[in-house]
């Protein structure tokens, strides 16, 4: 099976030289998501917002690859600022059932567009 680019209007186009996702066979390849609001147009206010809009975003990439926030195998979390790590924590972990998947989190010098929280994921079919 040939790579398939997965694409939705649910979640921000891409702000560079890259996709949304990938699916390879049974196993998507999320880009990383950033807390923008696709109904605002913009960066959510602040880092929950942001952490919210950024699981509601890859979500809707999810949905788009025919997956789903249960079947995440690894996430990776960028932060600008580890002391929201907490925040981001309770936010990201009210969209998975207690099953989660393996994850990473890294404080990192900047985001794109000025964003405070980014987080991408891999994930079965």
């Not at 099976?1 to 890259?18: C, L």
Request: proline letters at 3%; hydrophobic letters at 45%.
């Amino acid at each position: 099976m040939a790579k398939e680019i997965v694409f939705t209007e649910q979640a921000p186009k891409a702000v560079g030289p890259y996709v949304q996702a990938v699916r390879e066979g049974n196993i998507v390849y999320c880009s990383g998501q950033l807390g923008i609001d696709v109904n605002a147009g913009g960066l959510a206010e602040g880092v929950e917002a942001q952490a919210h809009c950024s699981m509601k975003n890859l979500g809707a990439v999810l949905e788009a690859a025919g997956s789903s926030y249960k079947k995440v195998l690894k996430t990776l979390i960028f932060l600008t600022d580890m002391n929201d790590f907490a925040a981001v924590n309770k936010i990201y972990g009210s969209y998975f059932d207690g099953d989660f998947p393996a994850r990473s989190c890294v404080q990192v010098a900047a985001l794109p567009l000025g964003g405070l929280v980014e987080i991408e994921c891999v994930a079965k079919i």
